[in-house]
């Protein structure tokens, strides 16, 4: 009797990959796993503006953790990879809003607390759907359910005062009996000058330290702090109503931040404070304001319950940053992440032997 053994049949040779095939299928799994990484852990970003001196500087790369608070489903998913709103170095849109998705956020390690520095979309900009709104980096001053104070400065936090950033900054003007060599200004660490007067009056922002420094110079006859007074309104101040809340960017308050859960009552003293977070952060629809009422899909309402936290952010340099005092609170939904390490410093003033700042390279972030 003879016995057949099954053998495998000769299978054909793999095709091997072309050239442009081995870098295409590359360059796809780059792509693919740095927006993983981008979307789910950490994501660099950059110091434009100086509302944050002296605590984070104009050139200072950060890296920004996701992790903390935990990432955000995507709201806009067709978006062209690794880029936020235009493609880049071109003004061409780089997403399309044609599909809008709910957002919701993964597990974090973490919750937002007080003097976290935050990375958040913009609340006040329109033009982009929440996720592609421009980002801002600000200190965290007040968290969902806080009631915030200011006065003369200092802030307050249920009625506790809650510890100035080490490296606060105000804006104060320098009476000069003499010129003053720009040189003096860069020993101090004052970047921000504004001459007048032909070198008899200069603004400059500062921390209080070195404007107490300052003041011991014979050749200034005067450094005074320039800061708004208690009940004087400025009506780009939030809420906005200063006939009703006189407060300016030194004196607000005191309002309790919204929280998840949280009602409140519907009245001509409260919509100042809640309506823009209902009408344009709540997701509802058919809202319509005036000053003594709210009505949502034709029904007035009394009461309110907030769906998502708020926050309330604040720049380091007081005297120089466009934050909260000015646009109000920003929504849970608009957190990016907890700013955590500065990876690299280049100084924009600075020629090419001088530009890195070596010493605030791999610096953590308070």
């Not at 001053?141 to 105000?170: H, N, S």
């Not at 020993?187 to 070195?210: C, K, M, R, S, W």
């Not at 960017?249 to 409260?270: L, R, W």
């Not at 609170?329 to 530009?355: Q, R």
Request: charged share 20%; with cysteine.
């Amino acid at each position: 009797m003879s016995i057949r053994f099954w053998t495998k049949k000769d299978a054909k040779p793999k095709q091997k990959k072309g050239f442009m095939r081995e870098w295409g299928d590359a360059i796809l799994f780059a792509v693919v796993a740095a927006t993983l990484i981008r979307w789910a852990t950490f994501e660099a970003y950059t110091i434009p503006t100086p509302s944050m001196e002296k605590s984070l500087l104009v050139g200072d790369y950060l890296f920004v953790s996701k992790l903390h608070y935990g990432a955000r489903t995507p709201i806009t998913p067709l978006q062209v990879p690794l880029t936020h709103q235009t493609i880049w170095g071109t003004n061409i849109p780089s997403y399309s809003d044609a599909i809008q998705l709910n957002s919701y956020r993964l597990p974090g390690f973490s919750s937002v607390k007080n003097n976290d520095v935050v990375v958040f979309n913009v609340p006040f900009e329109d033009q982009h759907p929440a996720d592609l709104k421009t980002n801002y980096i600000k200190r965290c001053i007040g968290i969902a359910g806080d009631t915030i104070r200011m006065i003369d400065m200092q802030v307050y936090i249920d009625g506790k005062e809650l510890p100035d950033p080490e490296k606060v900054q105000y804006s104060y003007t320098l009476f000069a009996q003499t010129p003053i060599n720009p040189k003096f200004f860069k020993e101090h660490d004052i970047t921000d000058v504004q001459d007048y007067h032909g070198g008899a009056l200069f603004v400059i922002n500062t921390t209080p330290e070195t404007a107490e420094k300052l003041s011991g110079y014979d050749f200034l006859k005067e450094v005074r702090i320039n800061k708004d007074s208690i009940g004087v309104a400025d009506p780009k101040v939030f809420p906005f109503k200063p006939s009703m809340y006189p407060f300016n960017k030194d004196n607000f308050g005191p309002f309790v931040i919204p929280a998840e859960g949280m009602t409140v009552p519907i009245n001509a003293q409260t919509i100042p404070f809640y309506s823009m977070a209902i009408e344009k952060y709540e997701g509802l629809e058919n809202v319509v304001v005036t000053d003594s009422t709210i009505t949502i899909d034709g029904k007035q309402i009394t009461e309110y319950t907030f769906t998502q936290n708020y926050y309330w952010m604040m720049g380091d340099n007081r005297h120089d940053s466009l934050d909260s005092r000015f646009w109000g609170f920003v929504p849970e939904n608009h957190i990016v992440g907890k700013a955590v390490l500065i990876w690299m410093s280049a100084d924009p003033t600075e020629g090419l032997l001088d530009k890195i700042r070596w010493s605030r390279i791999f610096r953590g972030i308070n």
